[in-house]
C-alpha cells in the first residue's frame, strides 16, 4: 500500500524523531491497512468535507424547525441548540435567520423540483406538452414540504416580509415561467403573442393550475384525489389554450 499523508498533533523537536515517527505511523498503517489517519486544520477546523455536512446538518434541523413551529417561534438559538453546534459555528455559515429562511427555502425547491433526467417539456404536440408539464408542476406544489411551506409564509408574511422575498427571489417560478413563455413562442408561431404577453400567459396558467388544487390541499375543503388533478389540469389546459386566441396582437 502506498504511504498516507497525516499531521503531526505534537511538535517534534528532531530530525531523528520525525524520521521516527513518520516511520512508526506507515508501520502501523501497513499491519492495519483498515485504520485511517485523519488531518486535522491547525486551530480545531473542520477540513471542508466535515463544514458542509455541519452545514446541511443546521439546514436540516432549521427546515424541521421552521415547517414545524414556524418562523416567528424559531430562534437561531433553538436551530443550533437541536443541530449540536454553538453559536459561532452558526454564524460561521449563516449571517442571520432571514439568510438561514432563504437557504432553507432554496433547498426546498430543489428537492421537490423534477430530477434532472426527467424531461421537463415532452409530447407529440402542445396540449400533451402542456398536461404533462401541469402533472410535474402539481406534483412539486402539492408536496409535503411546498405545502408547509406555503402554510407558512402565508400565515406570517406580514409580520416578516423576508419570508415572501425569499420564496420570490429564489426563481423557482420564474423558471418555470420562462420555460413555458418560451414553449409558446416556439409551438405557436401563428397567434404571434408579444414577448410580454407571453410571459403573461405563461404566469396566469400557472396560478390557474395551481391556485384551488393548493388551497384545498391547505385544509380549504378536501385535498384532490389523483383522478380530480389529472381532470383538472387537462381542462386547465384546454382553457389556457382556447384563451390565448385573444391575446394576439
Do not use: C
Request: net charge positive.
Amino acid at each position: 500500500m502506498g504511504r498516507e499523508a497525516i499531521t503531526l498533533r505534537t511538535p517534534v523537536t528532531t530530525g531523528a524523531g520525525i524520521i521516527a515517527r513518520v516511520a512508526t505511523r506507515i508501520r502501523d498503517g501497513k499491519r492495519n491497512p483498515e485504520k485511517k489517519f485523519k488531518g486535522v486544520r491547525k486551530g480545531g477546523r473542520p477540513l471542508r468535507e466535515d463544514a458542509l455536512k455541519l452545514r446541511e446538518q443546521i439546514l436540516r434541523v432549521a427546515t424541521d424547525l421552521f415547517l414545524e413551529q414556524g418562523y416567528g417561534s424559531t430562534s437561531v438559538e433553538s436551530v443550533a441548540a437541536r443541530a449540536g453546534v454553538s453559536k459561532r459555528t452558526f454564524y460561521d455559515r449563516f449571517e442571520d435567520k432571514a439568510a438561514l429562511f432563504a437557504a432553507v427555502v432554496h433547498g426546498i425547491i430543489e428537492a421537490i423540483r423534477p430530477p434532472a433526467s426527467v424531461p421537463l417539456l415532452a409530447g407529440a404536440n402542445l396540449p400533451e406538452i402542456l398536461r404533462r408539464l401541469a402533472g410535474l408542476i402539481l406534483k412539486a406544489a402539492l408536496s409535503p414540504q411546498a405545502i408547509a411551506l406555503h402554510r407558512l409564509v402565508t400565515g406570517e408574511s406580514n409580520r416578516f416580509p423576508e419570508l415572501a422575498s425569499a420564496v420570490e427571489n429564489d426563481g423557482g417560478q420564474a423558471e418555470a415561467i420562462s420555460l413555458i413563455a418560451g414553449l409558446l413562442q416556439r409551438e405557436l408561431p401563428k397567434i404571434k403573442l408579444s414577448p410580454e404577453n407571453q410571459l403573461f400567459a405563461a404566469q396566469q396558467f400557472i396560478y390557474m393550475l395551481v391556485a384551488v388544487p393548493q388551497r384545498r390541499a391547505t385544509g380549504f375543503g378536501s385535498p384532490m384525489t389523483a383522478a380530480e388533478l389529472e381532470a383538472w389540469a387537462a381542462n386547465a389546459v384546454t382553457l389556457f389554450l382556447g384563451g390565448l386566441k385573444g391575446l394576439r396582437e
